[in-house]
């Protein structure tokens, strides 16, 4: 049987940061994955240019069932941390808006440079590796790596959550917690369009494509950036931050024309020139089919001087305070995030480790911490495999 210090199962972003820490300690590491090739999500992430961190992390920027728990991890490997690495291996990087830090080239270079670190701090990589039959073995546990028997002494769960499936993402993460007694929260798809019933999309059908700056508000929270109408509903990073708050059965507010006081305005429009099309000055703040459409919505006929002042402000209601249900999401299928996971209060907060089973360690995406659209997941991921490297 190979014998190594450390096993960690997953060759993404928490997988590798761990892995390299644990072997610039030293640690004899061993790191497998069932995919053809490491960091897969990493390459695809920020449209190919990966969207590495964020500046403006915060605790409250995550979603969990115990708010406290990720601050530690967060305060103990920061933005600026992962940043230095970045900058150490010449990767020229930007930001863009909210302060989301991306790759200039490639987000290729991300995974090349994790790669090296950890080829230079001695760890072993495996790929298009079947992990099976884990189980306590003397003072730390056993596993098949495809048919081949492994021994560790410390254990590290980073296989992630259920998302983008055709990525090869499983459940594996909370096969391995059940068979421990580890407990894990619900789980469902985060930062994920949202998806309208038949009825309302045949409505919409002539806005699929069309997308406003707007606020969206779920959950008692709101976003403002970009909503996208598709054809099965509502997409856009707006409408993605909100699906993480936003609950089956529940509706979302939208407000399409932010710091704009849409009636004054249409009534000042009707008092300078009342044969103007009501769509015509609606389409000076929203997109011109938008305002189409939600002029016909409303009934309106004739120009802005045919119209009351009850009429205006019912406009204005529809564009800037939109009810809507959604009935769904698109589903694990295009989320780019798994809300829950393993339950953060059988956690130890600085070492990622399940507290009644010592050596196990779970990090990443497959824990009950998800963060905003921005950066913010791969910097919890960067901070939990950083912790789990220092204790494993």
């Given at each position: 049987m190979e014998q190594f210090d450390v096993v960690v199962i997953g060759a993404g972003a928490a997988g590798m940061m761990?892995?390299?820490?644990?072997?610039?300690?030293?640690?004899?590491?061993?790191?497998?994955?069932?995919?053809?090739?490491?960091?897969?999500k990493i390459r695809i992430s920020g449209g190919g240019r990966c969207n590495f961190t964020n500046i403006h992390t915060a605790a409250d920027r995550f979603l969990t069932a115990n708010p406290k728990f990720h601050a530690s991890a967060l305060r103990r490997y920061r933005p600026r941390d992962f940043v230095a690495l970045?900058?150490?291996?010449?990767?020229?990087?930007?930001?863009?808006?909210?302060?989301?830090?991306?790759?200039?080239?490639?987000?290729?270079?991300?995974?090349?440079?994790?790669?090296?670190?950890?080829?230079?701090?001695?760890?072993?990589?495996?790929?298009?590796?079947?992990?099976?039959?884990?189980?306590?073995?003397?003072?730390?546990?056993?596993?098949?790596?495809?048919?081949?028997p492994v021994g560790c002494q410390a254990l590290v769960i980073a296989s992630g959550g259920k998302s983008i499936p055709k990525m090869g993402a499983t459940g594996l993460g909370y096969q391995v917690a059940a068979q421990f007694g580890v407990p894990v929260?619900?789980?469902?798809?985060?930062?994920?369009?949202?998806?309208?019933?038949?009825?309302?999309?045949?409505?919409?059908s002539s806005l699929a494509g069309v997308a406003v700056d707007?606020?969206?508000?779920?959950?008692?929270?709101?976003?403002?950036?970009?909503?996208?109408f598709t054809h099965r509903g509502l997409s856009g990073p707006a409408i993605l931050q909100a699906s993480s708050y936003w609950r089956e059965g529940q509706e979302i507010v939208v407000d399409m024309a932010p710091q704009t006081d849409l009636f004054q305005t249409l009534r000042a429009a009707r008092a300078a020139n009342g044969k103007r099309a009501v769509h015509t000055v609606l389409g000076e703040f929203v997109p011109r089919r938008l305002a189409q459409l939600m002029v016909e919505s409303q009934g309106l006929n004739g120009n802005l001087a045919d119209q009351s002042d009850v009429k205006l402000?019912?406009?204005?209601?529809?564009?800037?305070?939109?009810?809507?249900?959604?009935?769904?999401?698109?589903?694990?299928?295009?989320?780019?995030?798994?809300?829950?996971?393993?339950?953060?209060?059988?956690?130890?907060?600085?070492?990622?480790?399940?507290?009644?089973?010592?050596?196990?360690?779970?990090?990443?995406?497959?824990?009950?911490v998800t963060g905003w659209l921005g950066g913010y997941n791969f910097q919890w991921a960067w901070a939990s495999g950083w912790c789990a490297g220092q204790a494993v």
């Open positions: 761990c892995a390299i820490e644990a072997g610039k300690r030293g640690r004899c590491v061993l790191v497998v994955d069932h995919a053809a090739a490491p960091g897969e970045v900058e150490r291996h010449g990767i020229a990087w930007h930001e863009k808006t909210l302060g989301q830090l991306f790759c200039d080239d490639s987000a290729r270079q991300i995974v090349g440079m994790l790669v090296k670190e950890m080829r230079t701090a001695g760890v072993t990589l495996r790929l298009s590796c079947e992990v099976s039959d884990i189980a306590r073995g003397g003072e730390g546990f056993t596993l098949r790596a495809s048919g081949s929260t619900e789980t469902r798809p985060g930062l994920v369009p949202l998806t309208f019933e038949q009825g309302l999309l045949s409505r919409l707007a606020v969206v508000a779920a959950g008692g929270v709101k976003f403002a950036e970009a909503m996208l402000r019912a406009l204005a209601e529809a564009v800037c305070a939109w009810r809507v249900k959604p009935v769904g999401s698109e589903g694990y299928r295009t989320a780019e995030v798994t809300l829950g996971g393993i339950d953060t209060r059988a956690l130890d907060p600085r070492t990622m480790a399940v507290t009644k089973q010592p050596g196990l360690h779970f990090i990443g995406e497959v824990v009950d």
